[in-house]
């Protein structure tokens, strides 16, 4: 008897579950939408869905009137008042129902396309649902696709597959399988939803189809009712106010607005509210509160319904003065007569700030800019530790210099163009990773014009990989440049008078190597002391002849790139730079004359980062030769 009270009492209690749908991109998140929204409202206006500011309402009759099948096939009851289900699907909005690193959404639809298994985009929202602690449901869909599938979206799907051919309950039974290894290898059981015992071990698995409505019901039935289940205490309404922003924008003729969803406690008209900004914290005051008005109304003048007061859950639209730096994402509080205002402008504060903690200043880092502080969070967390490589090692984490929230401006693009002025290693840094946000035309064009490339994905590890490329061309074209200038060290003579083949500017000769490697471009000098083949006896040239570069070397009548001792005798032409004096054969050279490569220090680092490893360990010996040969310190 007891126990019947209090079930009753809490059942009175219960606000709406609020539900988010994640997923890959095209499994079906918003056809699933679609399809639930539209089948409540052709079933009639009473008791049907009601459209709130970011979210669809489902009351309860509504729900139990869709799945009576289902309901008397396990026979339940409901709690719940209904469903409070979030319009907008995907990583967005459910990153910015959060609050202090847990999860405002009460329940999840993750949905998986069965024909393609868990994808990657997947894998993101199990890790963030999992780093949220928020329970979801997993709907395999597109069942419709199985070859053969007849439809029955008028029976619980658990008989529709019943009623299947022999064939298409295989491939069903194949390709759940295959999605249930899937999701053991990221840690997960799952198991269909009307064989599962043990709902807090095992994922629930709903096979649906958005397009046929298969499985259309038992989502439902299952969204109405795991939540009595599992979370009992987390949907029991209190008067404790907890709302985050979906959305800032503006519309004609109410300036700019705020979409909150309120999951729990009251909002009322006028009352003092704090939001976070970019710049600060938000004071204002809530000027109306509205909601659409319902479909049949559509004909009255204003397409919105003032509220004076609305309790959760549900999503409303607020007016108000002074938003329009407030942050999409940012937890909103009220400021009520004993509240210490001061104290929840810190408290609204409290995600940017952490936010700005992983912010490196002044440092070497990427600009990032996501749509709203949920996703710039998931975004941050990300390239902190952005996954793994193909052999299993943790990736570098992506350091972070600026951030920015909305679309990318040319504010955005000039902070992120300082980074260009530094003098640092490299220039890789120097660009915008964009989240999910447009680019502003003028930000495209001084993006262009300063140098800045700005890359822009929908998913996050495409950043990752678009960064990962950036860094790889740079250092690969960097290698490139550095090839011409990492000299290798070599020590030539000509192999006799004879070997002078043209004395004059292109110079040919016949020449041995002595020691090291002779390549293609290579400046030659020629220094005016003895060359001893020993570094302890080697003395320092007073005068160095800048000889020329070496622009062809050949064997036997063909062209070759390199020559080592091991050549024999190759004939090379040196050519000297453009408006430098001859030297005369003779007089500034003869036959006898040495010639080695024009190393300098920082040709020397150059071999010495690019090529230590090709450069073989006598060559490296030369290089201390030469240096004491050419005085490089
Ligand atoms: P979203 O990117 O996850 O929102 O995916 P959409 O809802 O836009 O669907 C992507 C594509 O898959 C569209 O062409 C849909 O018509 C199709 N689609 C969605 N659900 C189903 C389904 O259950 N069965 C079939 N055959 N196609 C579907």
């Not at 008209?269 to 509160?289: A, D, F, M, N, W």
């Not at 909601?291 to 004909?299: D, F, G, N, S, V």
């Not at 003098?423 to 140098?451: H, M, N, Q, T």
């Given at each position: 008897?007891?126990?019947?009270n209090l079930?009753?009492?809490?059942?009175?209690?219960?606000?709406?579950p609020?539900?988010?749908?994640?997923?890959?991109?095209?499994?079906?998140?918003?056809?699933?939408?679609?399809?639930?929204r539209?089948?409540?409202?052709?079933?009639?206006?009473?008791?049907?869905?009601?459209?709130?500011?970011?979210?669809?309402?489902?009351?309860?009759?509504?729900?139990?009137?869709?799945t009576r099948p289902?309901?008397?096939l396990?026979?339940?009851?409901?709690?719940?008042?209904?469903?409070?289900?979030?319009?907008?699907?995907?990583?967005?909005?459910?990153?910015?129902?959060?609050?202090?690193?847990s999860?405002?959404?009460?329940?999840a639809?993750?949905?998986?396309?069965?024909?393609?298994?868990?994808?990657?985009?997947?894998?993101e929202?199990?890790?963030?649902?999992?780093?949220?602690?928020?329970?979801f449901?997993?709907?395999?869909?597109?069942?419709?696709?199985?070859?053969g599938?007849?439809?029955h979206?008028?029976?619980?799907?658990?008989?529709?597959?019943?009623?299947?051919?022999?064939?298409?309950?295989?491939?069903?039974?194949?390709?759940?399988?295959?999605?249930?290894?899937?999701?053991?290898?990221q840690?997960?059981?799952?198991?269909?939803?009307?064989e599962?015992?043990?709902?807090?071990?095992?994922?629930?698995?709903?096979?649906?189809?958005?397009?046929?409505?298969?499985?259309?019901?038992d989502?439902?039935?299952?969204?109405?009712?795991?939540p009595?289940?599992m979370?009992?205490d987390?949907?029991?309404?209190?008067?404790?106010?907890?709302?985050?922003?979906?959305?800032?924008k503006?519309?004609e003729?109410?300036?700019?607005?705020?979409?909150?969803?309120?999951?729990?406690?009251k909002?009322k008209?006028?009352?003092?509210?704090?939001?976070?900004?970019?710049?600060?914290?938000?004071?204002?005051?809530?000027?109306?509160?509205l909601?659409?008005?319902?479909?049949?109304?559509?004909?009255v003048?204003?397409?919105?319904?003032?509220?004076?007061?609305?309790?959760?859950?549900?999503?409303?639209?607020?007016?108000?003065?002074g938003?329009?730096?407030?942050?999409?994402?940012?937890n909103?509080?009220?400021?009520?007569?004993?509240?210490?205002?001061?104290?929840?402008?810190?408290?609204?504060?409290?995600?940017?700030?952490?936010?700005?903690?992983?912010?490196?200043?002044?440092e070497?880092g990427?600009?990032?800019?996501?749509?709203?502080?949920?996703?710039?969070?998931?975004?941050?967390?990300?390239?902190e530790?952005?996954?793994?490589?193909?052999?299993?090692?943790?990736?570098?984490?992506?350091p972070?210099?600026?951030?920015?929230?909305?679309?990318?401006?040319?504010?955005?693009?000039?902070?992120c163009?300082?980074?260009l002025?530094?003098?640092?290693?490299?220039?890789?840094?120097?660009?915008?990773?964009?989240?999910?946000?447009?680019?502003?035309?003028?930000?495209?064009?001084?993006?262009?014009?300063?140098?800045?490339?700005?890359?822009?994905?929908?998913?996050?590890y495409?950043?990752?990989?678009?960064?990962?490329?950036?860094?790889?061309?740079?250092?690969?074209?960097?290698?490139?440049?550095a090839?011409?200038?990492?000299?290798?060290?070599v020590?030539?003579?000509?192999?006799?008078e004879?070997?002078?083949?043209n004395?004059?500017?292109?110079?040919?000769?016949?020449?041995?190597?002595?020691?090291?490697?002779?390549?293609l471009?290579?400046?030659?000098?020629?220094?005016?002391?003895?060359?001893?083949?020993?570094?302890?006896?080697?003395?320092?040239?007073?005068?160095?002849?800048e000889?020329?570069?070496?622009?062809?070397?050949?064997?036997?009548?063909?062209?070759?790139?390199?020559a080592?001792?091991?050549?024999?005798?190759?004939?090379?032409?040196?050519?000297?730079?453009?408006?430098?004096?001859e030297?005369?054969?003779?007089?500034h050279?003869?036959?006898?004359?040495?010639?080695?490569?024009?190393?300098?220090?920082?040709?020397?680092?150059?071999?010495?980062?690019?090529?230590?490893?090709?450069?073989?360990?006598?060559?490296?010996?030369?290089?201390?030769?030469l240096?004491k040969?050419?005085?490089?310190p």
């Open positions: 008897q007891m126990e019947t079930q009753k009492k809490s059942k009175d209690n219960l606000r709406c609020v539900v988010c749908v994640l997923g890959h991109v095209d499994t079906g998140k918003t056809k699933i939408l679609d399809k639930i539209r089948t409540n409202v052709q079933d009639g206006e009473a008791g049907g869905i009601t459209q709130q500011i970011g979210a669809s309402f489902f009351p309860i009759d509504a729900i139990t009137e869709k289902v309901m008397e396990h026979k339940v009851e409901y709690n719940v008042p209904g469903l409070l289900i979030i319009d907008t699907p995907g990583h967005e909005s459910f990153t910015n129902l959060r609050t202090r690193g999860s405002l959404c009460d329940l639809v993750l949905v998986v396309d069965i024909m393609h298994g868990l994808e990657p985009q997947t894998i929202s199990i890790g963030l649902l999992k780093k949220r602690r928020a329970p449901v997993i709907a395999l869909n597109k069942i419709d696709r199985l070859y599938w007849e439809p979206p008028e029976l619980p799907v658990q008989q529709a597959l019943e009623m299947q051919a022999d064939s298409v309950k295989a491939e069903f039974q194949q390709r759940y399988d295959f999605a249930v290894r899937q999701l053991q290898e840690g997960l059981n799952a198991c269909v939803f009307y599962n015992q043990d709902v807090r071990t095992f994922l629930n698995v709903v096979p649906t189809s958005a397009i046929s409505g298969d499985g259309m019901m989502l439902l039935f299952l969204l109405s009712t795991l009595a289940k979370l009992i987390k949907i029991m309404y209190h008067e404790n106010l907890e709302c985050t922003v979906l959305e800032v503006a519309i003729g109410l300036g700019t607005t705020m979409d909150v969803i309120v999951v729990n406690g909002l008209e006028k009352q003092k509210i704090v939001v976070c900004g970019l710049e600060g914290p938000i004071v204002t005051q809530i000027r109306s509160l909601t659409p008005q319902p479909m049949k109304e559509m004909r003048k204003t397409p919105y319904i003032h509220h004076q007061e609305i309790k959760g859950a549900i999503g409303v639209k607020i007016c108000a003065n938003i329009e730096r407030a942050l999409a994402g940012s909103l509080y009220v400021v009520g007569e004993d509240d210490d205002e001061e104290e929840l402008k810190d408290e609204v504060m409290k995600d940017l700030g952490g936010i700005l903690k992983k912010v490196k200043k002044n070497d990427v600009y990032v800019q996501a749509s709203t502080l949920g996703s710039l969070e998931a975004l941050l967390e990300f390239l530790r952005p996954g793994e490589d193909r052999d299993g090692n943790p990736n570098p984490p992506i972070v210099s600026g951030i920015g929230i909305g679309p990318v401006s040319k504010y955005d693009v000039m902070r163009g300082v980074m002025e530094r003098e640092r290693e490299w220039e890789a840094y120097a660009c915008i990773l964009a989240f999910d946000v447009p680019v502003l035309p003028d930000a495209e064009r001084s993006a262009k014009e300063i140098g800045i490339p700005i890359y822009t994905a929908e998913i996050i495409h950043l990752f990989d678009a960064f990962t490329k950036r860094v790889a061309d740079i250092k690969a074209k960097k290698k490139e440049e090839k011409k200038k990492a000299l290798y060290p020590v030539f003579k000509i192999v006799d004879r070997c002078v083949f004395k004059k500017d292109p110079y040919i000769l016949g020449i041995d190597v002595v020691e090291g490697t002779l390549k471009g290579l400046p030659v000098v020629i220094p005016n002391v003895k060359w001893t083949g020993d570094a302890k006896t080697q003395t320092a040239a007073t005068e160095l002849l000889f020329g570069q070496v622009m062809s070397i050949e064997k036997d009548k063909k062209a070759i790139d390199s080592t001792r091991a050549s024999g005798n190759v004939a090379i032409r040196i050519e000297q730079r453009k408006n430098m004096k030297y005369t054969f003779g007089r050279w003869t036959h006898e004359s040495l010639f080695v490569s024009r190393l300098n220090r920082e040709s020397i680092d150059l071999l010495k980062e690019h090529f230590r490893d090709e450069v073989p360990k006598e060559d490296w010996k030369l290089v201390v030769k240096k040969l050419l005085n490089i």
